[in-house]
């Protein structure tokens, strides 16, 4: 399985960006996809996600800023993040997000740094 993320970059406090996710493996459209993410010296956390049906679930850290969906016929999930602070900088990762079922391999991950 590979998953691919990208749309990261360099931004200032208040910018957006919107990342992408796309999976390689065609059982992402029933699973509970998710996005974390991992800033220098902490653990990975889980950011917000989404059931095959489009229910939602965020943290409380970006509850209002970041919208997460998918398009299941593309394998493909996005993350629209609003209103970034520069403590949203981390490497940010998609991946199965079911506590039944083990996460897929990670992939590179998409980098996003906002400076204040």
């Known amino acids: 399985v590979q998953l691919v993320e990208s749309g990261g970059g360099l931004v200032q406090a208040g910018d957006s960006l919107r990342l992408s996710c796309v999976a390689s493996?065609?059982?992402?459209?029933?699973?509970?996809m998710g996005w974390y993410r991992q800033a220098p010296g902490k653990q990975r956390e889980l950011v917000a996600d989404i059931s095959g049906g489009g229910t939602s679930w965020y943290a409380d850290s970006v509850k209002g800023r970041f919208t997460i969906s998918r398009d299941n016929a593309k394998n493909t999930m996005y993350l629209q993040m609003n209103n970034l602070k520069p403590e949203d900088t981390a490497v940010y990762y998609c991946?199965?997000?079911?506590?039944?079922?083990?996460?897929?391999?990670w992939g590179q991950g998409t980098q996003v740094t906002v400076s204040s």
């Open positions: 493996r065609s059982t992402f459209s029933v699973l509970v």
């Open positions: 991946n199965v997000a079911e506590a039944s079922t083990s996460p897929w391999s």
